[in-house]
DNA sequence: TTGTGACTAAAAGTCCGTT
DNA sequence: CAACGGACTTTTAGTCACA
């Protein structure tokens, strides 16, 4: 199984919340579109390396931490 | 200039090359085509996170690994 | 043993919406 | 605010012959 898209879409959605900001609030700080937040943390995707650091970004964090168990 | 392209494609040699695998080794194992890992080493895709877990798992490895510092 | 261009199939990712 | 759908474009996945 996907392991990794369920450690994502914790991590995700905790730091989110963590900062208070909506998926739409991230997507805009991200970069990336509002709907693709959404199927990260419903684990719909296998999310790219490029789009994992956007992220990690947007949220001032290392890529490395948002799929740290 | 670390970007995760960049980070990944030295980790992943660094341990292929510490556990004296060959590209076409570490493919075998990973179960993807011998240029693939060719191509993540030269970082000419970024690549997605169940491709990330497949070859951490070849590899024996934590996923978050392959992509930290 | 690894790098590379070329290519098709598949999946990621966007943009419009509604519930 | 978030889940979700449909239709679309862009990027990755996967493989080959050859250098």
């Given amino acids: 199984m996907s392991d ?3 450690i994502l879409a914790e991590n995700l959605r905790r730091l989110r919340k963590d900062k208070g900001l909506s998926q739409e609030d991230l ?3 991200a970069e990336v579109d509002r709907t693709y937040i959404s199927l ?3 684990k719909r ?4 390396l ?3 650091e956007q992220i990690a970004t ?3 964090v ?3 931490l ?3 168990p």
Same sequence: chains 1, 2.
Avoid: H, M, Q
């Fill in 50 to 52: 490029d789009k994992l």
């Fill in 62 to 64: 290392e890529a490395y």
């Fill in 27 to 29: 997507a805009g700080l």
């Fill in 66 to 68: 948002l799929i740290k």
């Fill in 4 to 6: 990794l898209r369920t």
């Fill in 40 to 42: 990260i943390e419903r």
């Fill in 58 to 60: 947007a949220l001032n």
């Fill in 45 to 48: 995707n296998s999310i790219s």
